[in-house]
Every structure is written in structure tokens, then in C-alpha cells.
């Protein structure tokens, strides 16, 4: 179940690296803005899949504790966490150098739930839900 | 004689040299804490001649529209009627009525018009002279509540340093 997990959350952080890149490209390209020096693609693919990867030991970890109300408790928490993670990122202060700070939280904000959303898409694939409890594929 | 003598009046009367601002000048503020940014937009006159400083003057201009922090929000705000209010005091000036050579720096003494406050202030200032182009240099200390920038106490403090750097050319 563990290295199941693992790949879910591998897998499930370079779809959310990618549509993070996507996403910077199309609000770039909009809004005129470039902040692709201090959001750069290496480590947005890198926080993104770190992110899945934490998140799949949280879900092993939830599992062993909770067994079949792991799904509903671990997306509550990766939901929450999502919502908390953005708070940084509008505080977050850019070198002066920098024009249109305020366009930044634009583009990073979103990114931060695409870790959950990519996890939650690529889940039914990993996970089998039984009539009453929930286990792995084998 | 009556030639010298009005080529002598010419020459006493002339004004100090006029400087051009370059665009690698540089405002910059710090506060207490997490408070700092930059000005990015100045405009002005400079007239400095280091031997007419009589004849001297400068009048300068910031665009209050123009400050940066880093961080959008903090700019919003710093624009907004509680601090800056750029919209009805969309500049920062400075007019200078004196100037005295103070060791190897100088003092200039003006009106600082900051949110519609207008103050006298004493201000330091270094000038280096490369011919054609040349540097002014200023690093001092103004009260924000002095000129009703924000409400006194809170995270802000009140005294903010401000570090100017001008490049001049001919």
C-alpha cells in the first residue's frame, strides 16, 4: 500500500508541476506579467511533487489510524492545508526590482491547490473503494 | 574697460550649473521591522554649482503613486487614505530655500511637502563631481507622524530613513 501510495503522490505532483507551468504561461501571457524568476518552473515542479509526496505519507499514516474514514479525514486536512498554504504567498514580499507585485498572488495562489486537485483526481485510480471499507489495489 | 567690466557682471550673475537627472536614481525608505520599498518615479530641477551655492537650488518630486514594497497589499495600503493618500497628494517635494557647506558635505535647508504637510528640514547631502556627470547622495531620518503618514504607534515606526541617490549628467 505504502509504494502504491508513494506513486500516487509522485504522479499526482508532476500533473500538479505541469498545470502549475501551464497556468504561469496563460497568466503571463494575460496579464502582461512575468514572474518566472521568482516562481520558476524547477522549483514549482519540485514543491509540487514534495507536496503530493507528504501528502501520500499523511494519507498512509491517516489510514493506519482511521482505516475506512481515511478519505473524508485526509481531504478535509489536504483541503485545509491547501487554504492555509496561500497566506505566505500573499504576504509574500518580491525583490524591489519587480513590477506589479500585487499581480503575484494571481498566479500563485491557485498553484497551491493544484497538488490537492491532482491528488484527488489520480486517487480512484490507486485506491479501490469497497462496499464498506477502503484498501488498496492490489 | 567697460567690456570687463560687463563680462566681470555676466560672469558674477550666472547661474550654478544645471544638472539633468539620469533614470538610475535611486529613493529608498526603511523602517522599522518589515517595513522598506522604494520610490520609483522622481522628477526635478537641480541647479548646484559647489561654488555659487547662493545660486543653488533643487526642487524635487517623488510620485507617491510609485512606491513599492515587494508586496502588493502593503502597496494598496500605503497608497490609501490612512497612510499616503496618493490620491489627493499624489507627490512628495522637496524645495530648497538654502544651502551651507558643511565639511566636506553640504547642508541644504527646504520645505518637505509629504501628504500635504509642508516642513522645514534641514537635509544632508554629499556631491561628487566626475566633469560632466556627478552624484548626490543623502541618507536622513524623517518623523512620519510629523507630516500625519499613518497613525502614531502600531507596527510601523516613526521614524523612517530615507536614502536617496541622484546621478546628474550636463
Not at chain 2, 526642487?59 to 515587494?70: M, P
Not at chain 2, 538654502?98 to 541644504?108: D, E, P
Not at chain 2, 547622495?137 to 536614502?163: A, C, M, W, Y
Request: with cysteine; hydrophobic share 50%; charged share 15%.
Amino acid at each position: 500500500m505504502f509504494k502504491r501510495l508513494l506513486l500516487l503522490g509522485f504522479l499526482s505532483g508532476i500533473l500538479a508541476g505541469i498545470a502549475a507551468l501551464i497556468y504561469q504561461k496563460v497568466y503571463s501571457t494575460s496579464v502582461g506579467a512575468d514572474f518566472s524568476n521568482i516562481a520558476k518552473p524547477v522549483g514549482i515542479m519540485i514543491s509540487s511533487t514534495i507536496g503530493c509526496l507528504i501528502a501520500a505519507v499523511g494519507y498512509w499514516l491517516l489510514y493506519k489510524m482511521l482505516k475506512d474514514r481515511t478519505e473524508i479525514v485526509f481531504n478535509f486536512i489536504f483541503v485545509i492545508l491547501s487554504f492555509a498554504s496561500i497566506i505566505p504567498a500573499i504576504g509574500a514580499k518580491l525583490p524591489l526590482d519587480v513590477n506589479s507585485p500585487e499581480l503575484f498572488p494571481g498566479l500563485v495562489i491557485p498553484m497551491h491547490f493544484f497538488p490537492a486537485l491532482a491528488f484527488f483526481t489520480l486517487e480512484p485510480l490507486f485506491i479501490k473503494i469497497s462496499e464498506k471499507t477502503k484498501s488498496v489495489v492490489a | 574697460m567697460a567690456t570687463l567690466l560687463t563680462f566681470a557682471a555676466a560672469f558674477a550673475f550666472a547661474p550654478a550649473a544645471n544638472w539633468q537627472l539620469t533614470d538610475k536614481y535611486s529613493v529608498r525608505f526603511t523602517g522599522t521591522g518589515d517595513v522598506g520599498g522604494i520610490f520609483k518615479t522622481m522628477k526635478g530641477t537641480i541647479a548646484f554649482d559647489d561654488k555659487d551655492l547662493a545660486g543653488s537650488n533643487f526642487v524635487l518630486a517623488i510620485d507617491v503613486a510609485s512606491i513599492n514594497t515587494g508586496n502588493g497589499l502593503m502597496n494598496t495600503h500605503a497608497k490609501s487614505a490612512e497612510w499616503f493618500d496618493a490620491g489627493k497628494y499624489p507627490q512628495i517635494k522637496f524645495t530648497s530655500k538654502k544651502i551651507v557647506k558643511s565639511g566636506a558635505n553640504y547642508l541644504v535647508t527646504g520645505d518637505m511637502e509629504i501628504h500635504g504637510v509642508k516642513k522645514e528640514m534641514i537635509l544632508p547631502f554629499s556631491f561628487q563631481n566626475k566633469g560632466t556627470t556627478a552624484t548626490f547622495n543623502s541618507t536622513f531620518t524623517i518623523n512620519r507622524s510629523d507630516f500625519h503618514v499613518g497613525k502614531p504607534g502600531g507596527d510601523v515606526g516613526e521614524s523612517i530613513k530615507l536614502e536617496i541617490m541622484v546621478p546628474v549628467k550636463k
